[in-house]
């Protein structure tokens, strides 16, 4: 039943499928369509697609293919970005622009500022947010080399001719299909205090206390490392089989008849064709890392990383502080320019990799 | 069936013209060719006329009415396709009632027509296959197919035969002449090859950088070359060319020979000028003739060709019926028949023939 | 066995394995472990018991060591501890049950076959006490202010003469009442479940059984009680003699349970997780798939002004990306009154960059002669993208619509932002995250949903991987 209640929720409490009928009956009569059921509803739906065909010719229609994919970015992920600036130079708890007075740059001093200037005492936000930006970027510098010389050892390895080389993709490629809360669900059940590792430790008498790997403050970020590399690794490495697999097999069987050796192959040949596709891996893979958040908050982990800041920081979840919404709105356009300029990078690298 | 007439028709792809003004008439059931090298501007000028493409000077008028502005489906043209562009998703039967159905036919109406045009074309038995699982001279059938069933006023072909094997071409021809000489509509068929041009056309067009060299029948073209470029394009092997001027009344070769003018030719005593004469119309002998030494021999039993290079390296064909004695590397003189012979201005390449 | 040998070490075109061969496939058998074996550590956790669960079992296999139940009785003689055997499963999981469960349990009929302290003891654990005692009271017509005693404070209870007030009952009805108002030297009853072993006695040194309080074969030595009661001393038992017998026994009532919306005494509601989780997968797919494909359509077949404009535009969306416009994405979504309905979490995410840029590549190569013969045809601009554009296109189609489903069901940080509010429109992962036992931990409800929220990702996994890994490698973007 509660399955009933939920599709019912769906698809009710709203004036949508009103909106929808008539939109359905507006076209049955311009369009009058013929044919069967399903010919006639898809003939129906793109109704002003046809209408402006016959009123004015082709030369709009490419417009108006756009305009919902246009609408949707317009207003998810175009309108956020500037809806974000006007978060950061006003201030309050409300969401509502109307209760936010303007505010110029004071969110950016309580981001960054030594002192309060809410209160005049000192400020620990900036302490908080700067603590975030280096975890973070411990993260990234450890992470991204590490994902990036074991996915390439295993691209490598998987680009041999071995046996059962579909299988053994697919198992490296499997964690990718997982869910971050699966991921970390999955991990905090062996990492937790009484989890299967520590008591297999304590059972081979190597530890002697039962250890909260995932809180402990020396080696949360290490497992937060393994755990994320873990789930992402199969992403990388498929790509960077992708890339060995475009390189030309004959330039093997030439340089076999040359007599090269395969250390001399790897690195004459393999790694200088691969270089391409290595730099954006890395620059895509920098890209999230840095973004690394959902595993890490499923997780629990004792450090937050930059957007995990700025998710706690919002109160979006959870209490709503006075300032939350524009010091969080600050930090993420700091980050937003760092990332922006990343992808910058990463589009101009996929650009002439692909020439 | 309905006539086609072009008027000062131009085309610009941006700032670059690459139809020139160019002025047609087609009168009904004509078959008519466009025929050029490749880069001419036949396609473009045919989808024009298709209203595939805009028109940017000009006009197009189908039975004496303007359709410039009319979209494609309701000028009553049917094409068939260098790729014959048949729907690979659909039957052959769904491909040839795709625009009745478009046109909101009756079933019935349909299935008469298609089965039909199947019969005309022999595809009966194909009409449940998919494209895909057709020969490349069935796909041919069913592209024809699939614009007769449409009863076009004007059938459109823009080098249909172009993707098939030698042999096919020919049988293929033969079938679309047949076509036209049954249903007697008018026929616009685009082609880079002279030949198919020559065997099929009422009239021909010849292209070239978007200007229309000459128009009119076969034979006429073939006579009555009316420049350089029309007389070298039209017949196979290719008119030979010689270099000469006007001298006392006579045409004088830059290789010395002397051959009397009359009558046809219009020119000027002094002028530069080019003599054309056909493969055909040369003799080996001695007396008024060229000098030249022949390079290769072609024996094809029934008749000979004979490549020759004048003292002063032009390359000249000779034609000859049977079987030659001639041998490579022999010092022989040709001898122009000047009843035969073509002269054109060197500078603007215009036929010099009187009227 | 050789020619499994000969398979194994078979190789393509060379004779003999060399040791980087030996190191490839052992760093891949080490990876596999990696990957493989803490996903079967989840599944075979999910069918573990709630008991075996809390017990930190960090067995393999589910099931139970078999059972005994430990009882502590208070009676005029003083404290009494003894082991009750063989007891029905649902006694020694009383405390878990829900109370319709419980409502099926034939209580007074177990409670009838026991005499004496054990008696004394269910009666206790199976929570018979305060019943017994209220309906005896009103019974007998005793005083109303006893069934508030048990609850008044040490110096209210003073007030009151308790004893004086049960004096003249029976014996027994005299016992269950000074159970219930707790008189000395009456205190509330315990039962507990514990483990049964035979182990060695160390005094007698035959094979005995022993009730041990956990089977940590991590201890040298356990403390254990004798079964059959004949003393009241507690021994050590030497781990190494002792020997657990255990039933293998998946709980499949850990997925039944919530699947059937019948897991009380949690916060979530998986079945409406569940259902809220499919609808938004195919909704948003089926929108995705749409409104992705007409813009590819546009931008790869049509040549228009400012088409320049809308291709970098919609690649640069791919630089923004929603974890760091959380708070502006909050606002529009709720600007757009589209949060706390799964329709916040199905719209701002169907339009999706990379799915236009697959399905443009791929529509570019599809001839555009085929367009021309169709507009040739009398087809309208909508007929050739719905009936001739988007059946060439059904590779690049499914593998979006694939990517779609997998990138929907894991979704995590859209519906936070979302419908983190609104519990009736939670997908499964926000379930799962804010998954939380009201009383008890209930892990193995969230251990069984786990493993069922895997089955949609995996059967896509297993069998539409190709769809997949092409649309990755041919796009590079996740």
């Known amino acids: 039943m509660e399955a009933v209640d939920a599709v019912f929720d769906a698809f009710s409490g709203s004036r949508w499928p009103i909106g929808l009928l008539v939109y359905l009956i507006i076209g049955w009569v311009l369009i009058r369509p013929t044919g069967g059921i399903g010919t006639r509803l898809i003939s129906i739906l793109g109704w002003p697609i046809e209408a402006a065909q016959r009123a004015a010719g082709a030369t709009s229609l490419p417009y108006l293919f756009i305009l919902p994919n246009f609408l949707v970015f317009g207003l998810y992920t175009f309108a956020p970005m500037f809806m974000n600036v006007g978060f950061s130079v006003t201030e309050g708890e409300s969401i509502l622009f109307t209760e936010r007075p303007y505010a110029a740059d004071d969110n950016f001093q309580r981001l960054l500022n030594e002192t309060n200037i809410d209160t005049g005492r000192e400020n620990r936000e900036d302490d908080k947010f700067i603590r975030a930006l280096v975890d973070t ?21 998987l680009n041999r001719d071995i046996w059962g080389r579909g299988f053994w993709r697919s198992v490296f490629f499997y964690p990718v299909m997982l869910s971050p809360v699966v991921v970390a669900f999955l991990w905090s059940l062996i990492l937790k205090r009484q989890g299967l590792l520590s008591l297999t430790l304590m059972r081979w008498g190597v530890i002697e206390e039962p250890i909260q790997w995932l809180q402990d403050p020396g080696w949360t970020m290490m497992w937060s ?7 992402h690794l199969g992403f ?34 393999t790694l200088p064709l691969l270089g391409p596709t290595l730099l954006v891996v890395t620059v895509l893979s920098l890209i999230k890392a840095f973004q690394a958040f959902e595993e890490l908050y499923a997780l629990n982990v004792r450090w937050i990383s930059v957007v995990a800041y700025i998710f706690e920081t919002s109160g979006l979840r959870g209490n709503p502080t006075a300032h939350g919404l524009g010091i969080a709105a600050v930090a993420s356009l700091l980050v937003a320019v760092g990332l922006m300029l990343l992808s910058l990078l990463q589009i101009r690298l996929s650009g002439r990799s692909s020439r | 069936m309905a006539d086609l007439i072009l008027e000062n028709l131009r085309k610009s792809f941006g700032s670059e013209e690459v139809i020139h003004g160019i002025d047609m008439s087609v009168s009904s059931g004509e078959f008519c060719v466009f025929v050029g090298p490749s880069g001419c501007g036949k396609s473009t000028l045919l989808r024009m006329i298709a209203g ?7 006009e197009v008028r189908i039975d004496g009415k303007t359709v410039n502005h009319i979209p494609a489906a309701q000028r009553g043209l049917a094409m068939v396709f260098q790729s014959y562009a048949l729907y690979p998703h659909m039957s052959v039967r769904q491909n040839m009632s795709f625009g009745l159905e478009n046109l909101r036919m009756t079933r019935p109406e349909i299935a008469g027509r298609v089965d039909e045009a199947a019969r005309m074309l022999q595809i009966e038995a194909l009409l449940e296959r998919k494209p895909g699982q057709l020969s490349g001279g069935q796909r041919q059938r069913v592209a024809i197919g699939r614009a007769v069933v449409r009863e076009p006023t004007i059938f459109l072909f823009d080098e249909p035969l172009s993707n098939l094997d030698a042999e096919l071409r020919v049988t293929m021809r033969a079938e679309i002449a047949d076509l036209h000489s049954r249903l007697g509509n008018t026929m616009i068929y685009v082609t880079h090859d002279q030949v198919e041009a020559m065997t099929m056309a009422d009239k021909i067009a010849v292209l070239r950088d978007g200007i229309m060299e000459q128009f009119g029948a076969p034979l006429e073209l073939f006579n009555l070359p009316q420049n350089r470029f029309v007389a070298g394009f039209i017949g196979s092997p290719s008119m030979n060319f010689l270099a000469g001027e006007v001298r006392a009344g006579q045409v004088a070769l830059k290789n010395g020979a002397m051959l009397p003018l009359d009558g046809r030719f219009m020119v000027s005593e002094g002028q530069t000028i080019e003599l054309g004469i056909r493969a055909g119309d040369l003799t080996l002998g001695s007396g008024q003739g060229v000098d030249v030494e022949i390079s290769s021999v072609e024996q094809l039993g029934a008749e000979s060709y004979l490549y020759c290079r004048s003292t002063l390296g032009e390359q000249i064909t000779l034609h000859e019926s049977g079987q030659t004695r001639a041998r490579r590397g022999e010092k022989v003189s040709l001898r122009i028949d000047p009843d035969s012979m073509h002269l054109f201005d060197l500078q603007s390449g215009r036929s010099c023939r009187t009227g | 066995m050789t020619a499994l040998w000969t398979f194994l070490s078979r190789t393509q075109g060379r004779n003999r394995l060399t040791w980087v061969d030996w190191v490839s496939y052992g760093y891949l058998a080490f990876g596999f472990l990696l990957i493989f074996l803490p996903v079967c550590w989840i599944v075979l956790n999910s069918l573990k018991t709630p008991s075996q669960l809390e017990q930190q079992d960090i067995s393999l296999l589910p099931g139970e060591y078999r059972q005994v139940a430990r009882a502590t009785v208070y009676g005029p003689d003083g404290r009494s501890i003894f082991i009750i055997e063989n007891l029905p499963d649902w006694v020694l999981n009383w405390r878990t049950m829900n109370e319709e469960d419980r409502a099926d349990q034939d209580v007074e009929g177990l409670l009838n076959g026991f005499r004496g302290d054990s008696h004394y003891a269910l009666r206790s654990a199976l929570g018979q006490v305060p019943l017994k005692a209220r309906s005896l009271i009103s019974e007998r017509r005793l005083p109303q202010w006893l069934l508030r005693y048990p609850a008044l404070s040490a110096s209210a209870k003073a007030e009151f003469d308790a004893a004086g007030a049960i004096a003249g009952l029976a014996e027994e009805e005299q016992r269950l009442l000074a159970e219930f108002l707790g008189l000395d030297p009456y205190q509330a009853n315990k039962l507990i479940s514990q483990v049964l072993v035979s182990a060695i006695h160390p005094e007698t040194g035959e094979r005995t059984a022993f009730a041990v309080p956990r089977f940590d074969p991590s201890k040298p030595t356990l403390p254990a009680r004798l079964v059959d009661n004949s003393s009241d001393r507690v021994f050590k038992i030497e781990t190494a003699t002792a020997h657990a017998e255990r039933r293998i026994q998946p709980a499949f009532s850990n997925f039944i349970e919530p699947l059937a919306g019948r897991a009380r005494a949690v916060t979530v509601n998986f079945t409406r997780c569940f259902t809220n989780s499919l609808l938004v997968t195919v909704i948003a797919t089926i929108i995705t798939l749409a409104i992705n494909s007409m813009a590819a359509f546009a931008l790869s077949k049509y040549r228009f002004r400012g088409q320049t404009f809308f291709f970098v535009f919609i690649l640069a969306t791919l630089m923004v990306p929603p974890t760091i416009t959380l708070v502006g994405v909050f606002k529009a979504i709720h600007a757009t009154g589209l949060s706390g309905s799964i329709w916040g979490v199905i719209i701002p995410g169907a339009a999706t960059p990379a799915g236009v840029f697959l399905l443009r590549q791929y529509m570019l190569t599809i001839p555009d002669e085929l367009l021309e013969a169709a507009r040739m045809d009398a087809a309208s601009e909508w007929k050739i993208y719905w009936r001739i554009m988007l059946p060439l296109a059904l590779p690049a189609l499914a593998a979006l619509g694939i990517l779609s489903i997998v990138w929907r ?13 609104t519990k009736d429109a939670y997908t499964i992962q926000l379930c799962l995250l804010e998954f939380r036992g009201e009383h008890l931990s209930r892990e193995h409800f969230r251990l069984a949903m786990t493993v069922f929220s895997l089955i949609p990702t995996t059967l896509v996994f297993v069998f539409l991987q190709k769809y997949i890994t092409t649309g990755i490698a041919n796009t590079g973007l996740k």
């Open chain 1, 137 to 157: 970027l411990i993260f990234v510098v450890f992470q991204v080399p590490i994902m990036i010389l074991i996915a390439l050892a295993t691209a490598l390895a």
């Open chain 1, 225 to 231: 490392i393994f755990v994320y590399t873990w789930a």
């Open chain 1, 236 to 269: 990388y490495m498929l790509i960077l089989l992708a890339g060995l697999q475009a390189i030309p097999r004959d330039l093997y069987e030439a340089a076999e008849m040359d007599g090269t050796r395969p250390w001399r192959q790897l690195t004459r040949i």
């Open chain 2, 52 to 58: 595939l493409e805009d028109i940017t000077g000009g």
């Open chain 3, 409 to 421: 069901w894991n979704d995590l940080i859209l519906p936070m932002v979302a419908i983190a509010t």
